[in-house]
């Protein structure tokens, strides 16, 4: 595809996915863009032709993206559109590229509470927003005020939460090809909170999931009433191998790429283990990871 001349030297081409994704897998994106503020997106996005496919990448953490890679633009947010602001006593202000941790971090020192689940998701604003992102207890959404979206020509727009679609790791946006770029987030005024709570929590987490190996996180949502980790687990599924992804023997609903997975592997993985559990307690698991991209 062609680039705008102001583009071309500001774009990777072929640029591998594994750089950017926290499985450490998948093939080449074919225009590779990192804008360096809302502007130069917006003038970046009304360069495009209609029919280019843009995809949104932020940290990568709940992303599979297929070994043939992604065709068209891939967006990213990450290092970028990083600001962080208070707004009112409860209200903050974040830009999607924004680490999830940070906002964690941040409210604790301004005295707000309930945003400590956010140091759990090791990923950006932006992606906890398109996925309704959640941790000990806590739910992105919960907390929105109101979103600031652009949209495929450029455009800004501002968005109540009563906009979208919410629902557990699911949310259905008003209309395709429009993406968030900032948020007001609103928390609990909350002086007593402090660093020691949310360093329990991590503690209590890396006890129980294989954190510093390479995954996505939970790879399948829980179904209704139980957890995807006790079905994957008590269908004999735990150590199981394709090529050089496993699903963790720490915690079942984890898949690992050990170092030369690819995504292949992975996919094939995730059926398999799909089948496996349907066939042991007639269950259907549905993938909380976004598969995108071109099968080799
Ligand atoms: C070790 C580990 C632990 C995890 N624990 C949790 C957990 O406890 N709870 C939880 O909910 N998740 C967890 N995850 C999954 C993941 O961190 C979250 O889903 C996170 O919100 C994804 O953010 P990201 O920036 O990495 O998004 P990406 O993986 O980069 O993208 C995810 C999706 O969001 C879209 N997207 C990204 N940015 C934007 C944007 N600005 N506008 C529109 N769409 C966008 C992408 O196109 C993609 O479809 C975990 C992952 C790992 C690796």
């Not at 992102?133 to 929105?144: D, L």
């Not at 949502?221 to 150590?239: C, W």
Request: hydrophobic content about 40%.
């Amino acid at each position: 595809m062609t680039v705008a001349p102001e583009f071309t030297l500001r774009v990777r081409r072929d640029e591998p996915m594994s750089r950017h994704t926290s499985w450490h897998v998948g093939g080449p994106a074919e225009v590779f863009f990192n804008p360096r503020d809302r502007a130069d997106l917006a003038a970046f996005l009304r360069s495009l032709q209609d029919d280019v496919p843009i995809h949104w990448v932020g940290l990568g953490s709940n992303l599979l993206v297929r070994d043939g890679g992604l065709k068209g633009v891939v967006i990213s947010t990450h290092g970028t559109l990083d600001r962080l602001d208070r707004i009112n006593q409860t209200t903050i202000y974040g830009e999607a590229g924004l680490a999830c941790a940070r906002i964690a971090k941040q409210c604790v020192k301004w005295g707000l509470g309930l945003a400590e689940f956010f140091a759990g998701i090791p990923g950006t604003l932006g992606g906890a927003l398109a996925m309704n992102a959640g941790a000990f207890g806590g739910e992105t959404w919960r907390h929105v005020v109101e979103v600031e979206t652009i949209d495929r020509r450029g455009q800004a727009h501002t968005r109540a939460p009563k906009d979208y679609n919410v629902s557990y790791r699911h949310v259905v946006p008003p209309v395709s090809d429009e993406w968030f770029v900032a948020a007001k987030l609103a928390f609990e005024h909350s002086p007593d909170v402090n660093e020691a709570q949310v360093r329990l929590l991590l503690e209590r987490r890396k006890a129980s999931q294989p954190i510093g190996e390479w995954s996505c996180g939970s790879v399948f949502t829980n179904p209704p009433g139980d957890h995807a980790a006790r079905l994957v687990d008590t269908a004999g599924l735990k150590g199981f191998r394709i090529g050089d992804a496993s699903v963790s023997q720490k915690h079942a609903n984890f898949i690992i790429n050990h170092g030369n997975a690819t995504a292949a592997d992975l996919e094939r993985l995730i059926k398999h283990v799909q089948e496996a559990v349907e066939r042991v307690h007639g269950v259907r698991l549905h993938p909380e990871v976004r598969v995108v991209g071109v099968a080799v």
